[in-house]
């Protein structure tokens, strides 16, 4: 059990460059989640967003249209985790030179007709996609 328990607020972008979604997999996982990341102490959610686009991907963003809250709570390593996800679509220079900025991650592009293929998280962040993608492309 967590001894520090705490609610992560998280920032996550939906992109979809020509039918393709932006997905972000950790090294030696078989899952896949969404560019993102946690919003700092002082920062709105889309700031948070726009910094971590940057960190992570070394492109800069412009974010659009909220999406969806979707919480999370699950458990990792032993730990209880509980996680807040705002979702925007957004958009981001250079969509087709996104070079992973850090040695843990990788992007990847995935048909959005794919979607249900593969495993992303959270589970109920996956099923508000399908969702949203049957409505709006």
Sequence with gaps: MNNNPSIEIIARAVIIPENKLVV????????????????????????????????????????????????????YDGMKHHEVNFVFWAQMTNVKNVVSQEDHIDFEYIDTASLSDIKLLPDNLKRRLLEEFSKSL
């Design 24 to 75: 972000c997999k950790a090294r030696g996982w078989d899952s896949y989640f969404l560019p993102g990341g946690h919003v700092e102490f002082g920062e709105s959610v889309k700031e948070a967003l726009v910094r971590e686009i940057k960190e992570e991907m070394g492109v800069d963003a412009v974010v659009g249209k909220f999406i969806d809250v979707i919480e999370n709570i699950y458990e």
